[in-house]
């Protein structure tokens, strides 16, 4: 890459990061305490300097999902070929698996200038007019969260997608006119944790659209290894296996453990990133060779110990843990949820028998309360 191009990088770093302080959730919320949690999926504020010395710069960098990867190689070399810039992109997935990193990639792959902003960044229809009106030809714009853009920004967005043309208003009331303005030809790269609120018009417009999935514990140990490479930490093979597995398949925690093993190691140990010491230091940090952590014991604790692994109601059980049940619902069960651990059913949560197992518990007989229920 040029050295414009590495400045253009740099640049969007640190708006990336400015972007993030200014749309960080309101505090005291369940994202808040989602992220006080090792094993949260979530960003901290102070975190997301440190990710972006671990984000990889290019393509051939990015371990893992493979055939996005794939597809956006064709996708970027096919535009490069032409002198065009690509069909705009979405990017839809968990949080912590690459969807800001992907935005930077495309961006620094095309050797583009890249602009990056979010839908609650944008509150005004005008706000997306500054943008899009002052925009050179190629230019990459990132919108983050783009499912909570507002109503006439996202209006505005489907016309300049298209066309590449904004309609300006000047005035207000009766008197107010639309006036045309012509837009250089862009890539808008959207990224979005839940494609679903997205509107059918807008989802259309995107020619390429990219879903990121969680992670194999092998593709998660290449991640942490270059990683240790990148911080100079001394990890053992083995030790990255271990904090593979324990990574919930999403790479910032993997991360995020890796630089809690290293303190640890480092504070108690000869600072080398053995298993031993991952597992020790990891024990400390409650998080289980599954990735589940204190949070997430508990609520199968409650389910199965006090309620005979249910179904029991999301508030009873968020009252039997002591924590919000919006901290159960959106901290917890996702992950239980996906790890097979609990079932979410009509009349309630559910064990099921791999939560038992988890436990050190046998299922009851029945096959576990996760049995279709008969009275529903
Ligand atoms: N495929 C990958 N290879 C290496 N590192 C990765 C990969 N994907 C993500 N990471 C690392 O994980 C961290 C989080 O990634 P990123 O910020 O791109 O996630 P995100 O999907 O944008 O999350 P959010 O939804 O919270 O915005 C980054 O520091 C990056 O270094
Ligand atoms: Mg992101």
Do not use: C
């Amino acid at each position: 890459m040029s050295e414009a191009g590495d400045a253009g990088l740099a640049r969007a770093e640190e708006a990336e990061l400015e972007h993030r302080r200014q749309a960080s959730a309101p505090p005291g919320g369940a994202q808040e305490r989602a992220a006080d949690r090792v094993v949260s999926p979530l960003a901290d504020g102070d975190e997301r300097a440190i990710e972006s010395a671990l984000r990889p710069k290019r393509l051939d960098d990015f371990v893992g999902q493979a055939r996005v990867r794939e597809q956006l190689s064709l996708l970027l070399h096919s535009a490069l070929r032409r002198g065009r810039p690509p069909d705009h992109v979405l990017l839809s997935g968990p949080p912590g698996l690459g969807k800001t990193t992907i935005a930077m990639i495309i961006a620094a792959e095309l050797g583009a200038p890249l602009r990056i902003t979010s839908g609650p960044a944008i509150e005004r229809s005008g706000d997306l007019a500054a943008v899009l009106s002052t925009l050179s030809e190629g230019e990459v714009v990132f919108i983050d969260e783009i499912h909570r853009l507002a109503r006439p920004a996202e209006e505005m967005l489907y016309l300049a997608m298209e066309d590449f043309r904004v309609d300006i208003v000047v005035g207000k009331g009766p008197g107010a006119t639309a006036i045309p303005l012509d837009i250089a030809p862009f890539t808008l790269v959207g990224a979005t944790t839940r494609a679903g609120l997205l509107p059918a018009p807008l989802r259309d417009r995107f020619g390429f659209t990219a879903h990121l999935d969680f992670y194999q514990p092998n593709e998660l140990g290449i991640i942490i290894r270059r990683s240790a490479g990148l911080l100079g930490v001394e990890l053992r093979d083995e030790g990255a296996d271990e904090l593979a597995h324990r990574s919930r398949g999403t790479p910032r925690i993997a991360n995020r453990l890796l630089r809690r093993v290293r303190d640890y190691a480092e504070v108690r140990a000869d600072g080398v990133v053995t298993r031993e010491i991952t597992r020790t230091a990891l024990e400390l940090y409650e998080v289980d060779e599954r990735g589940l952590d204190r949070l997430d014991r508990a609520v199968l604790d409650a389910l199965i110990r006090r309620f005979g692994g249910g179904p029991v109601g999301l508030s009873t059980l968020a009252v039997a843990v002591a924590e919000e049940a919006e901290t159960v619902e959106v901290v917890a069960e996702p992950f239980l949820v996906r790890q097979g651990m609990l079932a979410r059913t009509p009349r309630g949560r559910v064990a099921t028998p791999a939560a038992w197992e988890h436990l050190g518990l046998i299922p009851p007989a029945n096959g576990g309360a996760d049995m279709p229920t008969l009275f529903d």
